[in-house]
Structure formats: structure tokens, C-alpha cells
């Protein structure tokens, strides 16, 4: 009896299907799990941005030795960040419209002095549906928190 031995090069197509399978479900687990955080609250949204927002207002104030002002468009929902003259806009924000600003005892236009700190301190609420924040810029603080209420 002759044995023929075949000369096997390569894979057959159940190999290929089972590698196949295995790389689709890592991909897959992997997608699942490296999803960018975005937050779904608007309110934290907004509060992200804003603590973002004023911290780059506060270094560049301190670092190049100028004041800027921070003003609110509640009428539009978007606030800007702009030179003490009002000619350059370096931060333009719109937020979510559902979200109510009241300005409370926050001074219009806001800004910090060349040493960090806010020069007219006060305090905003923030309201969303049925949750109400309050925003606190404290005298002497450079920074600011907030109180859920």
C-alpha cells in the first residue's frame, strides 16, 4: 500500500474562521471598553468647561500680566471670555439651553487681578430641570466651588 503524503501549506478554512472570530470579539470587547467618557449630564458638562474656562482665564491673567473679562449672554446661553477692552473674544461658549444662569451676586463683567484673584468675588446659580447649583467665587480664593442645593 502507497501513503501519499500531502505537502500541507497553509491553514484550512475552519482555522481561518476560528482566528477570525477571536481578533472580531477582542475588537469588539475593546471598542466596549476604550469609549471616550463623555459626560451625560449637561449641568457637569457645563461645569467641566467653565472650571477649564476660568482656570485659562486665571493663568493668563497671572502670566501675561492683563486682566480678562468674563462675560454671560443668558438671552443666547453662551458666555465669552474677552481682553479688558472687549476688542479680542478668546473663549466664546455656548451651553446647553435648558440650562438657567442666574447671576445672583456675580458681578458682570468678572475678572481676576494680575495676581490671581478674583477682583469682584460672588456667587451664580445654575439650574437644570428639577437640580439647582450654586456657584461660589469666595474673597481671597483664586479658585471657585460649587454647592449642590
Known amino acids: 500500500m502507497v501513503l501519499l503524503v500531502r505537502n500541507q ?3 484550512t478554512l475552519i482555522e481561518m474562521l476560528i482566528v477570525l ?17 463623555q ?3 449637561p449641568v457637569k458638562q457645563f461645569l467641566d468647561s467653565f472650571e477649564k474656562d476660568i482656570f485659562f482665564m486665571q493663568q493668563y ?4 500680566q492683563k486682566s480678562l473679562s468674563l462675560i454671560f449672554n443668558r438671552s443666547e446661553n453662551y458666555y465669552y ?14 451651553y446647553n439651553p435648558q440650562i438657567k444662569v ?4 456675580f458681578s458682570v463683567p468678572f475678572r481676576y487681578n ?4 478674583p477682583l469682584n468675588p460672588g456667587s451664580f446659580f445654575v439650574i437644570y430641570k428639577n437640580k ?6 469666595p474673597f481671597g480664593k483664586g479658585r471657585f466651588y460649587v454647592n449642590e442645593l
Open 81 to 94: 471670555i474677552t481682553d479688558i477692552q472687549g476688542n479680542t473674544k478668546l473663549i466664546i461658549r455656548h
Open 132 to 137: 439647582a447649583y450654586k456657584v461660589i467665587f
Open 102 to 105: 442666574d447671576l445672583y451676586s
Open 61 to 64: 491673567s497671572v502670566t501675561n
Open 21 to 37: 472570530m477571536i481578533v472580531m470579539m477582542i475588537t469588539t470587547i475593546s471598542i466596549i471598553f476604550f469609549k471616550v467618557d
Open 114 to 117: 494680575t495676581t490671581g484673584l
Open 39 to 41: 459626560p451625560e449630564d
Open 9 to 11: 501549506k497553509g491553514y
